[in-house]
Structures are given as C-alpha cells and as structure tokens.
C-alpha cells in the first residue's frame, strides 16, 4: 500500500519560513516524479514544484527565489523548503507521485495546512 505522508504545515507570519516533509512508503520515490501542489480555499488546485528523478526541478512563477523541492531518497523523503511566505501562499499543501514518463500523479498525500497571516 503506498502512502504519502506530509508534515509540517502550520501557521506563520508573513516573512516567516516553513518547512513541509512527505515521507512515502509502499514506493520508491528514486524512480518517481515527485511534486508540491497545494490548494487555496476558493481556487483550483495549483502545481508548486515538481522535482524529477533526474534530479531536474521545476516551480510555479510565483514561488521562484522563494521555495525550493529537494529530496532524500535515502529517507525516500521529499521536502518543500518555503522562505518569504505571503499571505497568498496560504493553502493546503499535497504531496504527490508520478511515474516519471507521464504527468498523471497516481498517489498523493492526505495535505497539510499552511496559513501565513499578514
């Protein structure tokens, strides 16, 4: 059985920094694409930033400069350093993994809170 599981999420203010882990089990994450999506209340889910096997990465234009997607695959761990949190990073944030030759993300975590207050 797979399982995604992210940590912490939390309240913060804005310029404050957090840091979210998703410890997978039942998978290799080495062998997966591996992503942040989060979702804000009253928006359409939103891809964050994405961390391929090979070790490429990729982020959404608003967060550029400010977070960053690692990984462990010792730990089969994946990380989303966030610095310079906004307001409008507030969200639900998801872990999630796909086969590394499609962009269907076939197992996904249960989300963690993040809210930064002004």
């Known amino acids: 059985q797979v399982q995604l599981v992210e940590s912490g999420g939390g309240l913060v203010q804005a310029g404050d920094s957090l840091g979210l882990s998703c410890a997978a089990s039942?998978?290799?994450?080495?062998?997966?694409?591996m992503a942040w999506f989060r979702r804000a209340p009253g928006k359409q889910r939103l891809l964050v930033a994405v961390?391929?096997?090979?070790?490429?990465?990729n982020y959404v234009d608003s967060v550029k400069g400010r977070f960053t997607i690692s990984r462990d695959n010792a730990k089969n761990t994946v990380y989303l350093q966030m610095n310079s949190l906004k307001p409008e990073d507030t969200a639900v944030y998801y872990c999630?993994?796909?086969?590394?030759?499609?962009?269907?993300?076939?197992?996904w975590g249960q989300g963690t809170q993040v809210t930064v207050s002004p």
């Open positions: 039942g998978i290799r994450i080495s062998s997966k694409t």
């Open positions: 999630a993994a796909s086969e590394p030759w499609t962009t269907r993300y076939d197992y």
């Open positions: 961390s391929n096997s090979g070790g490429t990465t």
